[in-house]
């Protein structure tokens, strides 16, 4: 079973995670500095914080990041290529749906005729690609 990654180039991003875990460094060390000032200051109710590590959210943070970066290389296994011959035509259908199409001039309305007639076509055609627009 031999992996390939259809978007090598994104594994060069893995050079740009040591930036946030310096910036989560960085911010460790003032929290660690701003909880110890107020310590000292006398605030009694902080001292239990000091010793607390939330260290497992920025490596989780980290993890995530390297699984997003292999996820955009687009690792696959067993690689076959594969060549589809399309054939026929693409038919955009354009409907109108706004208030004026519900006028009655036609049995039973404008809208009513359009998606019969669309019906229709849509069944005469063979292996031909179809799209549906509306807009009012």
Request: cysteine-free; overall charge positive.
């Amino acid at each position: 079973m031999a992996m390939h990654l259809y978007h090598i180039n994104m594994l060069y991003l893995l050079w740009l995670l040591p930036l946030p875990a310096a910036l989560f460094i960085y911010a460790a060390r003032k929290r660690r500095q701003a909880v110890q000032a107020l310590a000292l200051s006398g605030g009694n109710a902080v001292k239990p914080l000091i010793g607390r590590r939330l260290w497992w959210r920025p490596v989780l943070i980290i993890i995530g990041l390297i699984f997003l970066i292999i996820a955009l290389a687009r690792p696959a296994w067993n690689r076959k290529d594969v060549v589809i011959k399309r054939s026929g035509r693409d038919v955009v259908f354009m409907l109108d749906v706004s208030r004026s199409m519900l006028a009655e001039d036609l049995r039973p309305n404008r809208l009513t005729q359009a998606k019969m007639a669309i019906k229709d076509t849509i069944a005469s055609l063979n292996g031909d690609r179809v799209a549906l627009v509306t807009f009012a």
